[in-house]
């Protein structure tokens, strides 16, 4: 079976990347147990390896299995948004790897990746290849955003040169107006 081009990409760079410390060590998934409403029996579940939602509301209750899932807590990034003439706090380019054990969806019984591009914002359902063709698309963006960086930061400078000399030629006529020593 061929490697992702990520795992090749990855396997490229180990060489050139030092040695990080270990990782700590893995906690065992969480086992927890509910009545299935529709059948009365009672539902195993174990939780994906890194699920951060706490499930004791739902444990030994009686839940709809779709209404069980798992996923793991995003990085919080915020960016001011400005949506009605005052900058809000959004969080941005949050992702989560999620499962829905029971959905209706057959890909969603197997951990995928959710991405808040902002509040509420979603792109769903993301299997590994899909989350890479998104990241790529990002980077995509981002080099964009740094070449309008560059240019930004070249037309001030050349904005600024120019209205320091406009406003100089324009001091300059004030004064002789005003018989002002030039």
Known sequence: MAQS??????AALMGSIPQ??????VEEPRTWSFINRYTGERMHVTCMQGCTLDHTRESGRHLFPEDVWCWTTPEPLTLPVNTNGRPEEFAVLSTVIKVEPW????????PYAVVELVDDHFV???DPDG???VINSLQERLEQMRATHRRLVEVREEYMRRGRTVRSQADEALRRVRGEAV
Not at 5 to 10: E, L, T
Not at 20 to 25: F, I, T
Not at 103 to 110: C, G, I, M, T, Y
């Open 20 to 25: 990080q410390p270990a990782a700590p060590a």
């Open 5 to 10: 081009a990520i795992s090749q990409h990855v």
């Open 124 to 126: 769903e359902g993301l």
């Open 131 to 133: 989350l890479e063709t």
């Open 103 to 110: 959905s209706s969806k057959v890909a969603e019984r197997l």
